[in-house]
């Protein structure tokens, strides 16, 4: 296997305008007065600007009717001026001795309904509404659900490069000696091949080996991995500041006859998912495929999550693949296939690929085998 340690273009400030003048008209669309944006997720992805959030308030105001304003801390302002999407904004500074709530509500009207990024701090919401008590909030991801959920080819380049970054990865942990070694020697030997593969930053390295495979999300642990365990490998982080996120469930020498035939059922159902994966269809089309599997092989008890989640500039937004999520899938909408079933006290077995919505049908941005590898 090949990789590419080319870095992509980086966004330029065209790029972030045009995002948050879509953002802006989105929020009109949707009967908002505007956008405030903290530092996260939405500020990475409408200006590239990602500051150490703190109890400094960072704002980005955006509406229809107005330039995009950032407000920010005086000492913070060179940093903000070297953004990518600075060109793009106006900064609004603010020194130590001021209000900076004054500040920005100033750049708001007295009254209306805001679009408020997920992870503002309560402290600089609650500073908002002392000034301007007549404006009303919304969470961001209720309000515009899909604002960062279709990605542009530059983005899904970004997401590919990251999942091929995540299979090589994978392919260099199936040469290393599972048995007798601990969770954790293998989790920290996951996040060291993450990185080699050019993420600069690992947000999980799930090693749930035996029973504690049933535990989907299972924090490594002292764990001593034995002969006859089945071991998920579930890792990911940001490449370029695009995510990766897969899972493969492995076994330490030969399964028996029920881990290998839960192993299938998961396998069938990862494969049902990903076929169910098409413009048009809905989200919850894709849960229902795979989940139809795992039902019908009397597993569906065990099946406890969804089957899926969008994943961008993080590695869990929306889109997500669950039961109820009417909404259509877009071309250029990237998301994980990963349903699993987890029997408590035994095993777990998950299988996970992110893949993209064509014109035609899915895309894979994960190609290892999906198979039970055995492992020593
Ligand atoms: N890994 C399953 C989920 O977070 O939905
Ligand atoms: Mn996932």
């Given at each position: ?7 992509p ?31 996260g ?23 229809e ?17 070297h ?23 100033a ?102 080996s ?12 002292d ?106 899938l ?47």
């Amino acid at each position: 296997m090949t990789h590419t340690t080319t870095a992509p273009a980086p966004f330029t400030a065209a790029d972030y305008r045009a995002r948050m003048a879509r953002a802006a008209r989105s929020a009109a669309k949707a009967g908002l007065s505007g956008l405030l944006v903290a530092p996260g997720p939405d500020l990475v992805y409408l200006t590239g600007y990602q500051p150490v959030t703190t109890e400094r308030l960072t704002l980005l105001v955006l509406a229809e009717d107005r330039d995009p304003v950032l407000v920010v801390p005086t000492l913070e302002a060179p940093d903000a001026a070297h953004a990518a999407g600075a060109p793009a904004l106006s900064l609004r500074d603010w020194t130590d001795a001021k209000d900076p709530y004054a500040v920005a509500s100033a750049l708001l009207p007295g009254k209306g309904r805001f679009g408020v990024s997920d992870n503002a701090w309560a402290m600089h919401l609650l500073g908002l509404q002392r000034q301007l008590p007549a404006l009303s909030y919304v969470a961001l991801t209720e309000a515009l659900p899909m604002l960062r959920a279709v990605k542009d080819p530059a983005e899904i380049a970004r997401l590919e490069a990251a999942g091929a970054a995540a299979d090589e990865a994978y392919g260099e942990i199936l040469k290393v000696r599972f048995s007798g070694r601990k969770e954790t020697e293998i989790a920290a030997e996951l996040a060291e091949l993450l990185l080699r593969f050019g993420h600069s930053q690992v947000d999980f390295t799930v090693v749930g080996s035996g029973p504690n495979g049933a535990n989907p999300h299972h924090e490594a642990g002292d764990r001593t991995i034995v002969e006859g365990d089945m071991v998920v490998l579930d890792f990911g982080g940001l490449k370029h500041g695009y995510g990766s996120d897969t899972t493969r469930t492995v076994h330490v020498g030969e399964p028996s006859t029920e881990e290998q035939h839960v192993h299938n059922v998961v396998l069938a159902a990862q494969q049902a998912g990903y076929d169910a994966v098409r413009p048009g269809a809905a989200c919850q089309d894709v849960d229902r495929a795979a989940r139809k599997v795992i039902d019908a092989a009397g597993y569906g008890e065990y099946f406890i999550h969804r089957t899926g989640h969008g994943i961008g500039v993080t590695t869990h937004e929306p889109p997500y693949m669950i039961e109820g999520e009417e909404r259509e899938l877009v071309p250029g909408m990237c998301f994980s296939v990963e349903p699993g079933i987890y029997l408590p006290g035994r095993f777990g077995v998950r299988i996970e690929d992110i893949v993209t919505v064509t014109e035609s049908g899915g895309r894979r941005l994960n190609n290892t085998p999906r198979e039970m590898a055995i492992v020593e």
